[in-house]
């Protein structure tokens, strides 16, 4: 690595390190809360939940699967050496001062080290294959730090193995890049909508389809069938939100989302040259626009769609206002914590101040999800900038 | 040496800015009492008084929040909310029809703020025969009650948070303070070489 790559890492590395402990999110805490329970010997923690809910502080299910639970619970007992004395006191602490712990700051840190590690990874993922600007960018935009380390999901991890996936197809590596997605889709079912244009990036014969799906299926496979006929798995893992909201707007009972990922995926499959960040970036636009989404879900399509987005300075620009208009969109759903409790490491005091929906409904009388509404209708005006095919001006941003 | 300086001030900036200038710039009252956890079993009775004391160590209290409960929305009784001193003279009163009270919500007051270090809250329901409406509290009488207090000038606020966030620091863990202060030492040398290395090469 030379050393204007090192300075690059470094200086990120050190921004995140003074950065990521400021940020909470509640995630961050149910997922550590079911995760200690590996260390006590539980493997099937749907089981375990259902079994003990009435003497649990926490009771929520957990939703994810069977390999996110056993890989992020070996990391938790890894990093269990480094973690303050009362972290436990804290996962298990559901009480109305349930955070008010001095040591909150390094509990945040330290549980966000994997993602530090995958968000390396991705960068330098995203540095060989489309050079030293992307991998800027990369490390330093705002939206990757916010999706990363404020909302501390561990979409991050998932995202990683879809890039590495990526990788891998570029250099033919044909069993590596599906295996890979295969463990993103392992560890959440998401990139499972990646994985047709993944198989048709070149043109694929029918026998290299079936042993791309094999090669997917292996990790999700292995993973899941010890549960599968467990009905506390099934029960909670059907509580799971994507699918359901894919298909939650419709047009004359038609769902959009699907329609649009089917036209798109078309189109892919129909190019002689492929694009597989275009149609990510389609798809990026479509989902904002068609599906009611959770804010880190943006973060499944953010290193795909860096590359067609800084062809020209009006893209640059279109793109970040598409992208605060989304964050505007989050900030219109009404829960504290995904708002001024982000900040809640640095002083309680800011769950005191209104949040923005109660300041639209008392102060201006508006109605927060109309205006939602009014966000994606926007969206999609500023997506036609990406769809209809202007007459271009030289690149602003090279990739190298 | 010069090469270093940007990245310097901009973690310093960005560490300033987080945890110092933003929460003084947004953060105009601070949270004081928070009593919760209790559960709606005060019935309002029809000119009967229910009261609480309220400490107001800061003598800047700014708001007050009560927890009630009104099944299905039922009852459109008035309560008659008051702030009183230790003498009795009143301060601030509130008046509320049940229709604002839902099943169950907070109820906040905000008022300008009062300097009396205690004062009592009197709450009563004014209605021909006892209310449907109940009162959040403990198996002690304790009410449901939150308190804000507002904080002083902008100027005080930087100081205060300043001095509240070196607070909080003290009360981490000492080895990890410890660690992770060498850690961002280290890593910063480490950056100072390579700048330095960089220009030398120039």
Redesign the interface.
Known sequence: MN??L??IF??A???R???AP?FYHRDLKTQNFHLQFLSSGVVNIYQYIADHKSELPYRDTFNYLPLTYLSLASVQNLLKPLL??DFYVWINDW???QDNY??L??FL?ISKIPYLLFDFGIAYLLYKIYGENILKIWLYNPFSFYFIYVLANFDVIPVFFTVLAYYYLRQNKEFLAFFSLGLAVALKLYPLMFFPFFLFYYRPKIKKIFLATLYLLLPLIFSIVPFITNSAFTNSFSGSGLTQKIFEIKFFHLPLFPLVYTLVFLKYFFSKTKSLEFSFLLLFLAFIVFVPFHSQWLLWFLPFVILPVIKTKIKTITFLFILLLSLAYVALINDQYLFWGH?IP????????PHPVEIIVERFHQDPALIQQDIKIFVAFLSLIFIIPFREKNNTLSTN | MKKIIP?LL??IT??FF??ILF?ST??R???GQ?I??GKPIISLENNKYYTQEISNPTGTLNSISLQLKNPLIQDNSLISIEILDTDGNLKRDFAIYGSNIGDPSWIKLKFAPLSEPTLLVRITADTPNDSSLYLFADDNGQIDLKT?YRYQAFRSRLIQ?YQ??IK?FS???FW?NFS?LV??IL??L??FK??N??QS?K
């Open positions: 050393r204007k090192k300075i470094i200086f590395l050190i921004l390190l003074i950065l400021l303050p004395g009480s109305a001062t001095p040591n700051f390094y840190l900040l640095i002083s309680f005091d800011f769950l005191n101040l | 990245y901009i973690e960005l560490l987080f945890t929460p947004v953060i009252e601070g949270i928070n919760e956890g804000t948070n509240s966030q909080l009360q981490r863990s990890h992770y850690i961002i890593l910063n480490y950056l390579l700048v290395e960089a090469k």
